[in-house]
């Protein structure tokens, strides 16, 4: 439900900076172009798109460069996107970190302590105290500029946590989000009165490798609404028909569903063909 009492659901589409539709945002190349992508999202039964404030793949797209210096062009490209986003009508779920080839790729990343960051290790993201402080300020840079835009839907605060990421401990996810999402929802307060939603989305064959994240996932009290990725090796990651990867996704959806209990929406916002055994060990490609 909006804020003027209106229904509405998230119905989904996962898009990124640099993919054709969004990139020519970027310097402004082409600012209907990707007006008329939206509408087209907009028209066709999209309320929310899911993004990444910065994608990793390449060495063009870092919100920050140095680590604490907020890149220009990246920031006018986010101005721009709201501008649109409003226009449009549709809204954002943002998530800060483009976790997956950030792994990958963590020897170029501005992070890295190698680059000037405050991270020596990508095992360490979610226990390093300077990460932590890092994360923090691009959160409060993000939350300060565009968490006011009506188009602003939720904070992804984490995309798909996992126990690689603190160490191999999967204890390590439930007191980051509980610093994490405290810490902005107080700032947000603080600043405007309110704060927006938050998740941490997580991809869904690490809860059965690691069953001990489910509560992190789908009971933690710092968090607003349930969010998974749903994978499954040989029906939705490499599907050979349409009917077996819509049972899985019933079942996995199911299971979300009881998991986060009656009180706590849940949904996924990524699916789809791809690899499981790649990255921290049992992550897709």
């Known amino acids: 439900m909006t804020d003027d009492g209106s229904p509405w659901t998230p119905i989904g589409h996962n898009d990124a900076i640099t993919w054709p539709e969004l990139a020519p945002l970027f310097r ?24 990444m404030l910065e994608y990793c793949h390449g060495e063009h797209r870092y919100l920050e460069r140095p680590a604490g210096r907020f890149v220009p062009n990246m920031v006018r490209f986010w101005d721009d996107l709201f501008v649109l986003l409003e226009k449009v009508g549709l809204r954002v779920l943002l998530t800060p970190f483009d976790t997956f080839f ?65 160490g191999d401990d999967p204890a390590t996810a439930a007191p ?16 405007r009165g309110y704060a ?9 064959p690490e809860l059965i490798n690691h069953p ?33 990867p819509a049972l899985t996704v019933a079942r996995l959806m199911r299971a979300a569903v009881t998991e986060a209990g009656t009180a706590r929406p849940v ?14 060990g049992s992550a897709h490609q």
């Open 267 to 280: 949904f996924d916002s990524e699916h789809g063909p791809c690899g499981t055994s790649f990255g921290h």
């Open 102 to 166: 950030m792994w990958i790729r963590w020897r170029h990343h501005p992070y890295a302590r190698a680059n000037g960051g405050p991270c020596t290790a990508r095992r360490t993201w979610l226990t390093c105290p300077d990460t932590r402080a890092a994360i923090k300020q691009r959160l409060a840079f993000a939350s300060d500029r565009w968490g006011g835009s009506p188009a602003l839907f939720a904070w992804d605060i984490w995309n798909e946590i996992h126990p690689a990421h603190g």
């Open 176 to 191: 980051f989000i509980a610093d994490i999402a405290g810490w902005l929802r107080d700032h947000e307060i603080e600043r």
């Open 28 to 51: 402004r190349r082409d600012i209907a172009a990707v007006e008329r992508h939206l509408v087209w999202l907009r028209d066709h039964g999209v309320t929310c798109i899911r993004l």
């Open 196 to 204: 927006n939603l938050q998740t941490v989305s997580v991809f869904g």
């Open 212 to 244: 001990s994240l489910v509560e992190a996932i789908f009971r933690h009290p710092a968090l607003d609404f349930a969010n998974t990725h749903l994978y499954e090796k040989g029906s939705i990651d490499a599907p050979r028909d349409t009917v077996a």
